[in-house]
């Protein structure tokens, strides 16, 4: 009977596989310094609000023994970055009691109204082609076939333009064009 033998590694050894499995493909979390992040928000802050927002992050920073990460202000010089989304949420939890705005809501479109928009660029590119097509066309059935293609997919462009403007205005997102720059 053939059984495999271990063969005894040091530390150093598993830790080198562990970070071997570590690529460039790990997300990037962006960083923000202190006063760039409560420069974001429209609010004259107190230095009191200054430093207890930034006490507050900076020992969570340390609890979590996060990295060091500076960043340079033109007027303070060389500060320490933090994650944003740490800072987000201590934010989130320090502003109820302490009278500060809430943040701003960041403006993301619905998964739904991406494909609404990613289905009317296909049908733009389709009737962009079919018009070619039809123009083209040396055979006359085959312009004639391509013109009533191309009505039905226009029909059906339109349709689609006039869903995705009714799902951006009940959105909050209805701002000017809501083509897909296809033309």
């Given amino acids: 009977m053939n059984t495999p033998t271990l063969t005894p590694r040091n530390n150093e050894e598993i830790i080198q596989d562990h970070f071997a499995t570590v690529g460039d493909e790990t997300p990037q979390v962006a960083h923000a310094t202190i006063p760039g992040f409560l420069r974001k928000l429209n609010h004259r802050w107190s230095m ?37 989304p740490m800072m987000e949420r201590i934010y989130e939890i320090l502003a109820p009691a302490h009278g500060w705005p809430a943040l701003p809501v960041p403006v993301q479109e619905a998964p739904d109204i991406r494909e609404q928009r990613a289905a009317l660029k296909v049908q733009e590119v389709m009737v962009k082609q079919l018009g070619m097509l039809s123009q083209a066309a040396e055979d006359g059935h085959v312009r004639r076939a391509a013109a009533v293609v191309l009505d039905l997919v226009e029909r059906k462009r339109v349709s689609l333009e006039a869903e995705l403007t009714r799902a951006l205005e009940s959105a909050g997102l209805a701002d000017g064009d809501v083509g897909t720059g296809v033309a």
């Fill in 48 to 84: 009191i609000d200054i430093e207890r927002f930034g006490a507050k992050v900076g020992r969570t920073a340390e609890t979590m023994h996060l990295a060091y990460m500076p960043a340079f202000d033109r007027s303070l010089g060389v500060l320490r970055s933090f994650p944003v």
